[in-house]
């Protein structure tokens, strides 16, 4: 199947394909619920809002007419709210004078589609953009992703293997709790 898988690159999506979407969020995403301290999932109204976005690449990854796939892509770092944009415009001023600083968001495969290769598809597309214009690219991954999942790595693994670039982290949130019950 991995050779019918064609991306394509949308700016807004019709309410009917956000629907869809949604549906496959939710089960993409719904164990962060309970293995994420951070809010990792965004609630309805906050997708919607990201996948009618103009400022957000959507690239959907299809096999014939089926779409068994979502990951975004934006420039606009304004449209990530957990994220600082003037983090980064600091720390990459040369960067973002040539609007090369992007953010890699959301990524999900429907069930039973991940060995597809839309995955794969996606990436390389967002991948071939960031090259192109010669950017940046930062991404985040919650620490059952990272250290259960393995997720972290792989996609490290796979970024420097398709743009021979380097990958590092630039920051870390570590959440602490104080068990004060004395009882």
């Known amino acids: 199947m991995a050779d019918s898988v064609r991306v394509t690159v949308e700016t807004e999506l019709s309410d009917a394909t956000v629907d869809q979407f949604w549906a496959l969020y939710q089960v993409a995403f719904e164990p962060l619920l309970t293995r994420s301290a951070a809010r990792q999932v965004l609630t309805a109204e906050e997708f919607r809002a990201e996948m009618t976005d103009p400022r957000v690449d959507k690239y959907l990854a299809w096999d014939g007419d089926e779409v068994i796939g ?23 001023p040369e960067h973002a004078a040539r609007n090369a600083i992007f953010y890699l968001g959301i990524t999900l495969t429907a069930p039973g589609r991940r060995q597809s290769g839309a995955y794969v598809a996606m990436i390389s597309s ?21 250290d259960e999942m393995n997720y972290a790595d792989n996609l490290a693994r796979f970024i420097k293997r398709r743009a021979r670039a ?6 870390e949130q570590t959440y602490f709790l104080a068990d004060l019950d004395q009882g």
């Open 126 to 146: 967002a991948i071939a953009t960031i090259v192109e214009a010669r950017g940046i690219c930062g991404y985040d991954v919650s620490a059952y992703h990272r």
């Open 70 to 92: 979502l990951s975004t892509l934006t420039r606009h770092l304004e449209t990530v709210p957990w994220i600082s944009p003037q983090y980064f415009t600091a720390r990459f």
């Open 166 to 171: 380097e990958v590092e982290v630039i920051d």
